[in-house]
T-cell receptor, first 114, second 112 residues
Framework: DSGVTQTPKHLITATGQRVTLRCSPRSGDLSVYWYQQSLDQGLQFLIQYYNGEERAKGNILERFSAQQFPDLHSELNLSSLELGDSALYFC?????????????FGQGTRLTVV | QQPVQSPQAVILREGEDAVINCSSSKALYSVHWYRQKHGEAPVFLMILLKGGEQKGHEKISASFNEKKQQSSLYLTASQLSYSGTYFCGTVASGAGSYQLTFGKGTKLSVIP
């Protein structure tokens, strides 16, 4: 158990809908990262927050947004969902800056868009 | 820009050795290595920092050539439990040092 909690574990929704994925980082970790992993694909970096502030942005679609709250949990919002958004979404957290600190991954949320 | 890993896949018999390579076009501050088993979360193996510091797994070793922006993961005397997909993640020097970018992965299969 990495200590990173993601909910829900599975989500099935229809095209055009909006969903929210939640991530609770390890106790004390200030950094949260979101990744998307499609079938047999690598981990695509979406966005990163440090202590409530956005610090890095990757290939995140305009339909997607995220935030980190004062209690350090984070939410990833996906709207106007398309079939291609079906993927495993991972959240990771680290205690400091990832350049010299390992990241711990949650078990992921599997999103299926039908 | 994501790092490039090679090979894409490798099959080993128990006890054999393997090397997985990772290269980047950017100047790097650190390289991370993770292993992911099917349907599970990636698990941290090792981090190699600019300047030579390493933190991580006892039985797996790695190297980091800062000048060439390359890293290699060495799996010796492989065990069945080593099977999985290995990802290298890179953190660029400078302004990009908050972002951990992963390669496409190397699928390792260890057979009896």
């Amino acid at each position: 158990d990495s200590g990173v909690t993601q909910t829900p574990k599975h989500l099935i929704t229809a095209t055009g809908q909006r969903v929210t994925l939640r991530c609770s980082p390890r106790s004390g970790d200030l950094s949260v990262y979101w990744y998307q992993q499609s079938l047999d694909q690598g981990l695509q970096f979406l966005i990163q927050y440090y202590n409530g502030e956005e610090r890095a942005k990757g290939n995140i679609l305009e339909r997607f947004s995220a935030q980190q709250f004062p209690d350090l949990h984070s939410e990833l919002n996906l709207s106007s969902l398309e079939l291609g958004d079906s993927a495993l979404y991972f959240c990771a957290s680290s205690g400091g800056r990832v350049r010299n600190t390992e990241a711990f991954f949650g078990q992921g949320t599997r999103l299926t868009v039908v | 820009q994501q790092p490039v890993q090679s090979p894409q896949a490798v099959i080993l018999r128990e006890g054999e050795d393997a090397v997985i390579n990772c290269s980047s076009s950017k100047a790097l501050y650190s390289v991370h290595w993770y292993r992911q088993k099917h349907g599970e979360a990636p698990v941290f193996l090792m981090i190699l920092l600019k300047g030579g510091e390493q933190k991580g797994h006892e039985k797996i070793s790695a190297s980091f050539n800062e000048k060439k922006q390359q890293s290699s993961l060495y799996l010796t005397a492989s065990q069945l439990s080593y099977s999985g997909t290995y990802f290298c993640g890179t953190v660029a020097s400078g302004a990009g040092s908050y972002q951990l970018t992963f390669g496409k992965g190397t699928k390792l299969s260890v057979i009896p």
